[in-house]
């Protein structure tokens, strides 16, 4: 039997939710809520595609058209957000068999493919996938370049004692040996602010660009259906130092926006506590694993390395020929 890939109805989409929380890839930016509030801040049009055997879901694949001076391209997950992961996830196939699943992993890929080159023929395309997505063969067969890139995931299945023991010798030394100087709590929208104007204000003064309207995470916040954007922030004598907006689903939790470095004159260890009291939060919350977002970078990685996390691969997937990938690449955050 074929797989019928299409364009989410609305009986789909009264479905959709359950779906990204039965797959591994689904992630809350998987979420149809949060899908719509990524379409409406990059301009994009949403094309939420799923695949059916029969009645039984096998896939689904959040696609984003834009068009720019009458070139259209396609994006899963939307430029300029800096939404970690998307692309595809996959539904009912872990019961099967290793031929039978990348068969019908491919049939669904095929099918989806087959769309977007009929309806938006797009120029260029740019997708990032989620860590659980494992075989980019799919696309490479589809004319996309596949390039790996990194993550750090720290095990919270651990008790809390066994995890610090785990981390390096500093890290160890700052969660521990620091008085009570300091104040750390997860707050709500003014929080969300602090966080944003802050790692904006570090960006553009390394000359980096930062385009993520702060309009946009308040509204991810406030419509994530059943996942979580939860502003940790310390303080010092009341006076905001620095935070970390972790993105919480599932069985993870994320560390998204933050931890930048602090110009605050403070003898604390700021990013090494809020790392800490989210990672508390999750093993008090029954979560598996805490995302530290990203391992590509070799100065930061240093300090991320310090929480024993374990090496995990995802996908950036590019289609287009050179021109385009040269004009894209002019824009910021499409990798």
Not at 210 to 227: C, H, I, T, Y
Request: aromatic share 12%; with cysteine; proline share 5%.
């Amino acid at each position: 039997m074929s797989i019928d890939v299409r364009v989410a109805t609305d009986e789909d989409r009264e479905k959709w939710n359950r779906y990204v929380e039965q797959s591994p890839q689904g992630t809350l930016c998987h979420e149809l809520e949060a899908l719509r509030v990524q379409a409406d801040y990059s301009d994009a049009t949403l094309h939420p595609l799923i695949g059916f055997k029969g009645q039984e879901p096998v896939g689904l694949f959040p696609v984003f058209e834009i068009n720019k001076q009458f070139v259209t391209t396609a994006f899963s997950p939307p430029p300029h957000l800096r939404v970690p992961y998307l692309g595809p996830a996959f539904l009912n196939m872990a019961k099967l068999k290793q031929r039978k699943r990348e068969r019908r992993r491919q049939r669904f890929m095929d099918g989806c493919f087959e769309w977007i080159q009929s309806e938006l023929a797009p120029k260029y395309g740019h997708i990032r996938t989620a860590t659980a997505f494992e075989d980019s063969r799919p696309f490479k067969w589809n004319e996309y370049d596949a390039t790996p890139e990194y993550t750090y995931a720290v095990d919270l299945t651990l008790d809390e004692d066994d995890l610090l023991m785990t981390f390096s010798s500093d890290a160890r030394s700052n969660i521990r040996n620091t008085d009570d100087a300091y104040e750390i709590e997860v707050g709500g929208p003014e929080e969300i602010r602090l966080i944003h104007e802050q790692v904006k204000n570090r960006y553009e003064s390394q000359d980096i660009g930062f385009d993520v309207p702060v309009e946009f995470v308040l509204d991810l916040a406030e419509q994530s259906a059943n996942g979580h954007v939860r502003p940790y922030t310390l303080r010092v004598d009341g006076d905001f130092i620095g935070g970390i907006l972790a993105l919480e689903y599932g069985g993870t939790t994320g560390r998204w926006m933050g931890g930048v470095r602090t110009d605050a004159d403070v003898d604390v260890a700021t990013n090494d506590l809020l790392d800490w009291s989210i990672m508390q939060d999750g093993l008090e919350n029954g979560l598996e694993t805490y995302d530290l977002v990203g391992a590509d970078t070799r100065r930061i990685n240093r300090y991320k390395a310090k929480f024993n996390p374990e090496l995990r691969t995802y996908y950036s997937l590019e289609y287009g020929k050179w021109g385009m990938r040269r004009l894209a690449s002019l824009y910021d955050s499409v990798k």
